[in-house]
T-cell receptor, first 116, second 115 residues
Framework: AQSVTQLDSQVPVFEEAPVELRCNYS??????LFWYVQYPNQGLQLLLK??????LVKGINGFEAEFNKSQTSFHLRKPSVHISDTAEYFC??????????????FGEGTQLTVNP | DAGVIQSPRHEVTEMGQEVTLRCKPI?????LFWYRQTMMRGLELLIY????????DSGMPEDRFSAKMPNASFSTLKIQPSEPRDSAVYFC?????????????FGPGTRLTVT
């Protein structure tokens, strides 16, 4: 079975500062990795995904993430955050197997709060 | 595409009443997921359908909860009887589980309050 650990439940930062949201996973098989964002009173929206190829993945809104297989990590970064980035961020994994379906295992979420 | 559609967006009901939540997945998607989100328990997968067949319902809390998918474009999650501890936001998501595969797309959620 897979598991996902988001190392910080809350991350407060000032506007225009860089941010890193940490995600570690464990799995006995290779995985696909995802970051979703949830703005207040909305559903989850895909930020970016790693399926294969380059380990540095760029997503929407200036976010990027790096897949590190040896450290089983998929940390999310943004060089300069805006007030509008305030939201909850979820890391998720799914097995890289055609027979496994698209079921995701989610982390607990990290609340990013950007202060002026 | 309209995305995943859920109704109602908000539901307030009294304990003991039956509640039915509805979901229309994205056209062409063949997998559908029901999630529940609360402050205490976070995001929980309740049930997962593939090609209208329930594949994994291990997350359904108890017999009061039931879900159906009579066709590829509609699913319901029913709670009967409802209890205050069922208060949560319920999300539906859909995906394409065959090539070229897709990530899960989430609906806006139904906020359920049971008094």
């Amino acid at each position: 079975a897979q598991s996902v650990t988001q190392l910080d439940s809350q991350v407060p930062v000032f506007e225009e500062a860089p941010v890193e949201l940490r995600c570690n996973y464990s799995s006995s098989v290779s995985v696909y990795l995802f970051w979703y964002v949830q703005y207040p009173n909305q559903g989850l929206q895909l930020l970016l995904k790693y399926l294969s190829g380059s380990t540095l993945v760029k997503g929407i809104n200036g976010f990027e993430a790096e897949f590190n297989k040896s450290q089983t990590s998929f940390h999310l970064r943004k060089p300069s955050v805006h007030i509008s980035d305030t939201a909850e961020y979820f890391c998720a994994v799914r097995k890289n197997l055609e027979t496994s379906g698209s079921r995701l295992t989610f982390g607990e979420g990290t609340q990013l709060t950007v202060n002026p | 595409d309209a995305g995943v559609i859920q109704s109602p967006r908000h539901e307030v009901t009294e304990m003991g009443q039956e509640v039915t939540l509805r979901c229309k997945p994205i056209s062409g998607h063949n997998s559908l997921f029901w999630y529940r989100q609360t402050m205490m328990r976070g995001l929980e997968l309740l049930i997962y359908f593939n090609n209208n067949v329930p594949i994994d319902d291990s997350g359904m809390p108890e017999d009061r909860f039931s879900a159906k998918m009579p066709n590829a474009s509609f699913s319901t999650l029913k709670i009967q009887p409802s209890e205050p501890r069922d208060s949560a936001v319920y999300f539906c998501a859909s995906s394409l589980d065959s090539p070229p595969y897709s990530e899960q797309y989430f609906g806006p959620g139904t906020r359920l309050t049971v008094t």
